[in-house]
Structure formats: structure tokens, C-alpha cells
């Protein structure tokens, strides 16, 4: 009996020095880690700097932990997780709370891994593991095992405060007896130390080898006691779990590569509807322009087509002399002129609206365009008695341009002008290099632009506040073709004005024509 107790008191002792550590490898923080403020089994609290627990299935085990880091890092926001397992199967739990309670374990061993990650995933604190062993028999050995150990204590200490002559030959006794004991339980207790830790290096890869534990030869005895059939099946297993794990480990990578494009093609998504909200603003915003733009269209012909059935009605309904008949055929054919300079515009606007514009590019002296251009609206100057001046730049590269488009653009401008220029007013054609380009600047001393009429200037139909000053008609249209006619050209078209004072408009295009692609 004596030696059955003194075997289960070694059993107890080398059993408490198991404890396997089993850290997953990943990126860590070196600066902020998780530690354990205290662990209590029941009420009672263990020491600290306790990473092992010996309990017993009624036991309730309370773990209270925290994040250490030093003060001037970042406070961001941030989670734990707990990763508890045994050898068949694990809880993983992401929380915010700095307790872990575990209650009415099943006897097994268990691994407690506790991290902490903030939640934009820039950091991962360095883990803290704690092993936790339920085994009644072992808890209620160790039990058995401190009593016994008090009651020693117990007996020594009244041995040794004994001054009683006559029980000195007791306590000599005692005393060998106690000594005989004790050097029994030391034996026994490294011999079975030995075979577990064996027993361990087989059921774990975290145990290091056999042969590095102890260098005693009394070892080759003790490896005999463990089965090599069961050491082959542990390792069985422990390759089987070592599988799974890599499995789990790859079905998470997969799960994050999977998250990563799901929030990609999320953040597209959305800004592809922040487009197509856009898109349908502007197509709404065109619609309306175009609406608005019939509605002019339609109006400017009607005034004129009206105008010619009155006169052809005229012309039928009376008898008139041959030059009264000249001069109603003749205003006929200056207002059917009318009509159809506007019908003209309006397939001009439509071609340019499909954005298939076809240029026939050569290399061309401007200065030519411009004189021509200046020639044709000298006449409507003259009438409203304009001093009508042109400066042409000397010795000006000849620029890679469609020399039909540019004569349109430099007549929209120039007769802009005219019509915006008061009687007795001034007018000034510029042409000059600057850089690798060439610009056209036509300035006029006219009524000038509002704020709000340059911010809508180039737009299509934009009607401007400053009207002609001698009733010609208006489309809205010239400084919009004008525009797009430029930018086929890679150019550039701008206004500068005063209120009152006038206005300078003025286009630029490179030298070199760049083909679009």
C-alpha cells in the first residue's frame, strides 16, 4: 500500500510537467502582445506567469487577459481572438471582451491561443498560449499528493521542535525514514519523468527528440516500456492533423483572396454606378439642349418661310410694275438664302454631333484664310461704318490643318464680331506664333460678356445676354461649332471680355497635326 501511494505520487509529480506549446506561425507585432493578468480555478487564484492548468471536470476555469503596448502607439480599434482546441476539434471566436470562462470540460488537453488584431488589419499583437489539462484522476491525485506533503511538513516540523530526551531515538528514525522516503519519490519521480516526456515526444511535434532530453543510459531501458505500435500510430495522427491544418490554412487563404476580389469588383461596381449616374445627368442635361434646340431652329425658319408666302402671295395677288415684282423676287431670294445658310448650320451640327468628323489635313498658310474671310464681311463692316483692321504675323510656319474647317471657324468669329460691334466700333484680326502653335485673335470694342455668359460661351445653343447691334439673326450655334471644329484640330479656343468694353476671341492649333487614333 505504502508503495502503491509513493507510484502515484511520482505519476502525479511528472504529469504536471507536461505542457506543449503550439503557436501558429504568422506575422506578428514585435511591439504589442497579449498577456495574462490572472487565472483562477474556482476561486482560487494560481500564480502568476501561469501558462498551465490542471483541473478537473467540475471545475470552472476564469482567464482574465489584455493587450500590452506602449502608450504613444496607435489607439486604433481592435479585437481578440481565442483559438481553443484539442486533438479532435477546435472553437475559433473573435471578441472584445478580456475574459475567457470554460466550464464542465470533457477530461482532455486543451490549447488556449489568444491574439489580438486591430480592424483594419494593420497589426497582429503576439499571442499568448496557456495549456489547460483535464484529468480527475491526476487532480485528484496532485490533491492527495499536497496533503500528503502537508502532513509530512507536519511531522518534520514537530520532529524537529522536539526536545524530549526520550524521543530522540524516534526521531532519529523518523528522520532516516523520512529520508528513505524522500530519496525513493526523488528516483522514481526521474524515472518517470523520462517515460512521459517519451510518451510526449510521440504524441506531439513541439516535444524535441528523446535523445536530447537526457543522457542517461538508464533511457534505452525506458524506451523499451513504449509500444512501437502505438508510437507508429501516433505519428499516424499527428500527420493526419498536420494535413488538416495545412487544408484549413489553405481554404482561409482562399476565403481571403475570395473576400479581397469580392471588395474589388464591389468598389468598381460602384464606380461604374457613380459613372452611369453621371452619364444619365449629361444625357438628360443633352436631351434638354437639344429640345430647346429644335424649338430654336424651328423658329428661326418659321419667321423667314413666312416671310416668302407673304411676298409670294404678294406677287400673285396684285398687279405690279416690273421693278416692284424685281424687288419682291428679289427678297424672296434673300430670305430663302436665309433658310437655307440655316438648314446648312443645322447639318453641320448634326455631322459634328456623331463625332465622326472627317478632316482633310495640308499643310496651309493661314494669313490666306484670314485675308479671305476679312474680305467677305468688309461689306457688312463698312455698313455699320466699322474700322475693320487686320495684323498678320510675318514668316508663320504653315500648320497641318483642313483649311475649309478653319475658314468656317475664322467666319463664325469674324462675323460675330460685326454683329456684336456697335456702329463707328473697331475690330482687330491678330495672327501670330507662340510655341509650336499658331493663334488667331479677333478683338472688338462691342457691348462685351457677362460672368455667367463666359462660363456657357462655347456651349451648344447658348443664347448670350449681348445682342446684335443692328437686328442680324442669332442662332446660339457659331461659337459651339466653333469649338468643336478646334478641338478636332487638337486645339485650343478661349474669350476674354469686359462688360462694355468688348470682347477677345481667339483659337490656337498646333503646327503638327496629331492623327487621332
Known amino acids: 500500500m505504502k508503495l502503491y ?240 491544418i495545412a487544408s484549413l490554412r489553405g481554404q482561409i487563404d482562399a476565403m481571403n483572396v475570395r473576400s479581397s476580389n469580392l471588395s474589388s469588383q464591389n468598389k468598381e461596381l460602384q464606380s461604374n454606378l457613380t459613372k452611369l449616374s453621371l452619364y444619365k445627368d449629361e444625357l438628360e442635361e443633352l436631351q434638354k439642349q437639344k429640345d430647346e434646340l429644335f424649338a430654336v431652329i424651328i423658329h428661326d425658319i418659321k419667321n423667314p418661310a413666312a416671310l416668302i408666302k407673304s411676298l409670294v402671295e404678294l406677287l400673285t395677288s396684285y398687279d405690279l410694275s416690273t421693278s416692284e415684282q424685281q424687288e419682291i423676287i428679289n427678297d424672296i431670294a434673300n430670305t430663302t438664302i436665309k433658310i437655307v445658310a440655316l438648314s446648312q448650320e443645322v447639318s453641320r451640327i448634326l455631322a459634328l454631333e456623331t463625332n465622326k468628323m472627317n478632316l482633310n489635313i495640308e499643310a496651309c498658310d493661314i494669313n490666306i484664310l484670314v485675308d479671305d474671310v476679312f474680305h467677305r464681311n468688309q461689306l457688312a463692316a463698312k455698313n455699320k461704318s466699322i474700322n475693320f483692321h487686320q495684323e498678320l504675323g510675318s514668316d508663320l510656319p504653315l500648320p497641318e490643318i483642313d483649311p475649309q474647317r478653319i475658314d468656317e471657324v475664322l467666319d463664325n468669329l469674324i462675323s460675330n464680331a460685326v454683329k456684336f460691334t456697335p456702329q463707328g466700333g473697331t475690330i482687330r484680326i491678330k495672327s501670330y506664333k507662340e510655341s509650336d502653335k499658331i493663334v488667331v485673335e479677333i478683338n472688338d470694342n462691342g457691348l462685351g460678356l457677362t460672368e455667367e455668359d463666359l462660363k456657357h460661351a462655347f456651349q451648344r445653343g447658348a443664347r448670350l445676354s449681348a445682342k446684335p447691334t443692328n437686328g442680324e439673326a442669332s442662332t446660339g450655334l457659331g461659337l459651339w461649332i466653333v469649338k468643336k471644329l478646334i478641338d478636332a484640330h487638337h486645339g485650343k479656343v478661349w474669350v476674354k471680355s469686359i462688360i462694355g468694353k468688348g470682347s477677345t476671341f481667339a483659337f490656337s492649333v498646333p503646327v503638327k497635326h496629331e492623327k487621332s487614333e
Do not use: C, H
Open 5 to 244: 501511494l509513493i507510484l502515484n505520487i511520482i505519476i502525479v509529480t511528472v504529469l504536471m510537467t507536461f505542457n506543449v506549446e503550439n503557436t501558429l506561425s504568422k506575422n506578428i507585432d514585435s511591439i504589442r502582445e497579449v498577456i495574462i493578468e490572472s487565472v483562477y480555478v474556482n476561486d482560487k487564484i494560481l500564480p502568476e506567469n501561469t501558462f498551465k492548468i490542471l483541473a478537473s471536470d467540475k471545475d470552472s476555469i476564469t482567464i482574465n487577459f489584455k493587450l500590452k503596448a506602449p502608450s504613444d502607439l496607435d489607439k486604433s480599434a481592435f479585437l481578440f481572438k481565442t483559438i481553443f482546441r484539442n486533438g479532435k476539434d477546435s472553437s475559433v471566436k473573435t471578441v472584445g471582451v478580456t475574459r475567457a470562462i470554460f466550464k464542465n470540460l470533457n477530461n482532455d488537453d486543451y490549447l488556449l491561443n489568444i491574439s489580438a488584431f486591430d480592424l483594419q488589419r494593420k497589426w497582429n499583437a503576439k499571442p499568448v498560449e496557456l495549456r489547460i489539462e483535464i484529468d480527475n484522476e491526476k487532480y485528484t491525485l496532485i490533491q492527495t499528493k499536497d496533503s500528503l506533503n502537508q502532513k509530512l511538513e507536519a511531522l518534520l516540523d514537530v520532529i524537529n521542535n522536539s526536545s524530549n530526551d526520550n524521543s530522540k531515538n524516534i526521531k532519529q528514525e523518523a528522520q532516516s525514514d523520512v529520508l528513505l522516503y524522500v530519496l525513493l519519490v526523488i528516483i522514481a519521480t526521474l524515472l518517470i519523468v523520462v517515460v512521459i516526456m517519451l510518451k510526449n515526444k510521440k504524441k506531439t511535434e513541439l516535444t524535441p527528440p528523446l535523445e536530447d532530453r537526457s543522457k542517461d543510459s538508464a533511457l534505452d531501458l525506458i524506451a523499451d516500456m513504449v509500444s512501437k505500435q502505438d508510437f507508429e500510430n501516433l505519428q499516424i495522427e499527428n500527420s493526419r492533423l498536420r494535413a488538416e
